[in-house]
């Protein structure tokens, strides 16, 4: 093991992050917060740090890389909220396996078919990918480790192939070279169809060499070339493999991500995306807050109540008062 190995395998608050986040938290000030009006986490900065080794002046670069995509596609980061997208979720589209492979890389699954497009746009389904980065970034093993991504495309269509235009590549693109904390260690393409290179083309020009040399391409006949990559200890029975089922791995992440539901909105709601595990808003916290919400709520309904209560009293209070002002005025009259 290398010693640029051993710097990315130290703990969070270890001499050397800890000196790190000092120095890219100051760089990142002088960056986007000359104010002082932020105040940078440790753990969002750390996630920068790692996907670039550690190096204050490249993890500054993917900073404000991140922060520019952020600000150019609200289309895409402004709506993180799985529920949005819960029926494609359930539909088994997109799932991480849950065992690690053999260098501690998480494993994305992304399955075409399971993607109709006449119910999804491609900002929508891009939109899931986005929401998946967001939590395993905040994974330490990850930060470490990186991630490596199995795009399934049997099915894939002229009708899918219409809705990825050049702007959308792009950022799609951006996301994977030099835009998002994360480090893409591979790209696995199988049952891709001939009809499905125009689009990787349009990909391509944004990749950097690093990423292109990562994407694999595996065709029809993957389940012999895809263990050269994967155990299959690890990969689903679908591809050849022995591990946990596909369609359980993919409904337990659509779980995860429903549970994370408020995580996400709060970073995609948030100016920098700053929001760790260690200051978002808490389950617990949540229902706390919802319990007093209601509680707030009961005594609005009863103060209404009691509003309402004198106001008719009022009311009553005056109509009595009419009626006996009318009998005093017939006495008189007699």
């Known amino acids: 093991m290398n010693s640029g190995s051993v710097d990315l395998l ?112 491609a900002i929508q389904v891009f939109r899931v990918s986005l929401m998946t980065s967001e939590v395993i970034a905040m994974e330490t093993e990850t930060q470490q480790r990186g991630v490596k991504v199995i795009f399934d495309l049997e099915g894939w269509s002229f009708s899918h192939a219409l809705q990825i235009n050049p702007s959308l590549a792009r950022k799609i693109s951006s996301v994977l070279a030099d835009s998002f904390p994360l480090k893409v260690k591979a790209i696995h393409l199988i049952n891709e169809p001939i009809f499905f290179g125009p689009v990787f083309a349009m990909l391509r020009p944004f990749l950097p060499d690093k990423i292109k040399q990562r994407v694999h391409m595996h065709g029809f006949n993957y389940h012999d070339s895809l263990t050269d990559f994967f155990p299959t200890s690890l990969l689903p029975p679908e591809y050849g493999g022995e591990g946990p089922g596909l369609e359980g791995a993919c409904q337990q992440w659509a779980n995860r991500l429903l549970q994370s539901e408020r995580l996400l909105e709060q970073i995609a709601a948030h100016r920098t995306g700053d929001v760790t595990v260690g200051n978002q808003i808490t389950r617990g916290e949540e229902e706390e807050e919802e319990e007093t919400e209601e509680v707030h709520h009961q005594e609005e309904q009863e103060v209404d109540h009691q509003e309402e209560e004198v106001h008719q009293q009022e009311e009553d209070e005056e109509v009595h008062q009419q009626e006996e002002e009318e009998v005093h005025q017939q006495k008189e009259v007699h």
């Open 10 to 121: 130290s703990p969070d608050d270890s001499v050397l992050v800890q000196s790190s986040v000092a120095r890219l938290r100051l760089r990142a000030q002088a960056e986007l917060d000359p104010l002082h009006i932020l105040d940078f986490s440790d753990g969002f900065l750390i996630k920068f740090l790692r996907a670039r080794d550690l190096d204050v002046e490249l993890s500054l670069k993917l900073m404000l890389n991140y922060q520019r995509w952020r600000r150019e596609s609200p289309e895409i980061s402004g709506c993180l909220s799985p529920r949005s997208v819960s029926a494609l979720l359930d539909n088994g589209y997109h799932g991480v396996l849950p065992l690690r492979d053999h260098s501690g890389s998480r494993v994305l699954v992304y399955r075409i078919c399971r993607w109709n497009p006449k119910d999804w746009t």
